[in-house]
Nanobody, 119 residues
Framework: QVQLVESGGGLVQPGGSLRLSCVAS????????MGWYRQTPGNQREMIAT???????NYADSVKGRFTISRDNAKNTVYLQMNSLNPEDTAVYYC?????????????WGQGTQVTVST
């Protein structure tokens, strides 16, 4: 039973901040690249940030300098700190876990959490 559960979404004013959390269960967390993605209706899911098993991070240009991904392997949790939010950040944010070595692939998604940036 693999489960990724996001939390922390909500309504925030432009310029504000939110921190999303994703708790994983049913996987060997330390073996997975963790990531945050977002999606708006009618659009493809967009990679926002990833963190490797060793904590190396990568960000989409649209959020670089504003968002920070981090992970706590002991707690099976990945976080996304979002600062300087703007209305264009409004989306459903999804947590992802990916294991890829050679031809072996495992990929899991959370249910998503809504982030709305608006006055």
């Amino acid at each position: 039973q693999v489960q990724l559960v996001e939390s922390g979404g909500g309504l925030v004013q432009p310029g504000g901040s939110l921190r999303l959390s994703c708790v994983a269960s049913g996987i060997m967390f330390g073996l997975y690249v963790m990531g945050w993605y977002r999606q708006t209706p009618g659009n493809q899911r967009e990679m926002i940030a990833t963190a490797t098993t060793g904590g190396r991070t990568n960000y989409a240009d649209s959020v670089k300098g504003r968002f920070t991904i981090s992970r706590d392997n002991a707690k099976n949790t990945v976080y996304l700190q979002m600062n300087s939010l703007n209305p264009e950040d409004t989306a459903v944010y999804y947590c992802n876990a990916d294991f890829t070595i050679g031809s072996t692939h495992f990929n899991y998604w959370g249910q998503g959490t809504q982030v709305t940036v608006s006055t």
